[in-house]
Structures are given as C-alpha cells and as structure tokens.
C-alpha cells in the first residue's frame, strides 16, 4: 500500500454512460498525475496537477474526458459517454516536485 | 514526441536463469526510473538512476544508466518465482510526467 487511494476499483458500465474517478493522494504530495493503460502497454500519461492547477493534458485526454482538483487534495476524472475503446486500466500517481510517483492501485473501467 | 522502447516484449526463463531488459529513449533522459508491475497490481518504483554511466544493484538486480543518457538495462541474477512480472523503464519529461516503454514481462518456470 503506497497511500495513494483510488475508488471505485473496478467499474462496469454500458456504452454511452458517464462514469468518475477519484484519487486520493498522500496528503503532503502537490503532484498528482492520471495515466491509462490498457492490456499489454505501459502506463500512458493522461494530465498532471500541481496543487489545484492542472498544468499539462495529453492530446489522448479527448473532450469527454475532464479531470478536476478542486482544493488540491482529491482529483476526480470524469468520462462522458463512454465507449469501448474507453476500457482500460486508470491510475493516479501522487509525488511532491519531482520525487518518485507513487502509483494507487488503479481504477479498471470496463466499457460494455 | 519523446518515445521509450523496451524489448524484449517477453521473456520466459527456468528458475535460476538470468534475464536482461533493455530500454531505448529517442531523446536524451534527464534520469530513468524502472517500475515492477505484478499481474493484477500497480506499477511500483524500483529505481532511479541520473548520472551518465551509472550502475546500481539491488540483491539480484543490477541496473545500468547509458552513457549518453539514452538507453538503460535491467539485468536479474537467478531469476526466483518472486521476479515474475512486468518491468517498465519511464524516462521522465521536466514537467515531471513519466513516459513509460512498453514494457517486458518475465515468467519463470521453476
């Protein structure tokens, strides 16, 4: 256990649906990353906070897709309408600067 | 963009082999960090290494910084049951972000 939580574990929904993520970090930790990975790939960088700012987003980072960290504590990342191409592993990694990321262990998002 | 390749892709050895992952940046890295992932599980932060040349062993693990910042190496000694996994090499940008190769996933027939 790394302190770095994330809920829900795992997710089921159909095609179309919207679904949110949430990560909680080790509370000193100003950096919080979401990554995606699918079957078979390493992690693929998503956006980064630092505290609540949100300073960088991939160009995989669709408009579907939204992720938030209101007080720079929690971020949630929201997919709207769904699709299949939308499963896959998500997961936070927390640090302070630029100390080693510690990973939660993951929401898996399954898209039926 | 920066791209990091690792190969072998797989890597399945008897109990007590060794094993070696390499690691390939298109760009020059400001450190590399290698990552352990067991089925099911989370990457977990094995290493870094910064310095040009630099080797660094853990037990059975030795890892090796390229000269010129670009590749690196994983290599097990005796592979046990316990090495079984994937491992990701991720260079890291300046703004922090981790990008990771494709990683290699090492079974081990004891």
């Known amino acids: 256990d790394t302190g770095v939580s994330q809920n829900p574990r795992h997710k089921i929904t159909k095609r179309g649906q919207n679904v949110t993520f949430r990560c909680d970090p080790i509370?000193?930790?100003?950096?919080l990353y979401w990554y995606r990975q699918t079957l078979g790939q390493g992690p693929e960088f998503l956006t980064y906070f630092q505290n609540e700012a949100q300073l960088e987003k991939s160009r995989l980072l669709s408009d579907r897709f939204s992720a938030e960290r209101p007080k720079g504590s929690f971020s949630t990342l929201e997919i709207q309408r769904t699709e299949q191409g939308d499963s896959a592993m998500y997961l936070c990694?927390?640090?302070?600067?630029?100390?080693?990321?510690?990973f939660g262990p993951g929401t898996r998002l399954t898209v039926l | 963009g920066q791209q990091v390749m690792q190969i072998p892709q797989y890597q399945h050895v008897q109990e007590g082999e060794d094993f070696t992952t390499y690691c390939n940046s298109s760009?020059?890295?400001?450190?590399i960090q290698w990552y352990k992932q067991r089925p099911g599980g989370h990457p977990v932060f094995l290493i870094q290494l910064v310095k040009s040349g630099e080797v660094k062993k853990q037990k059975r693990l030795t890892f090796q910084f390229g000269e010129a910042k670009k590749n690196s190496s994983l290599h097990i000694t005796a592979t046990q049951t316990t090495d079984v996994g994937t491992y990701f090499c991720a260079g890291q940008s300046n703004t922090g972000k981790l990008i990771f190769g494709q990683g290699t996933t090492l079974q081990v027939k004891p």
């Open positions: 990694a927390t640090n302070r600067g630029t100390d080693t990321q510690y």
């Open positions: 760009t020059t890295l400001s450190n």
């Open positions: 509370s000193e930790h100003n950096r």
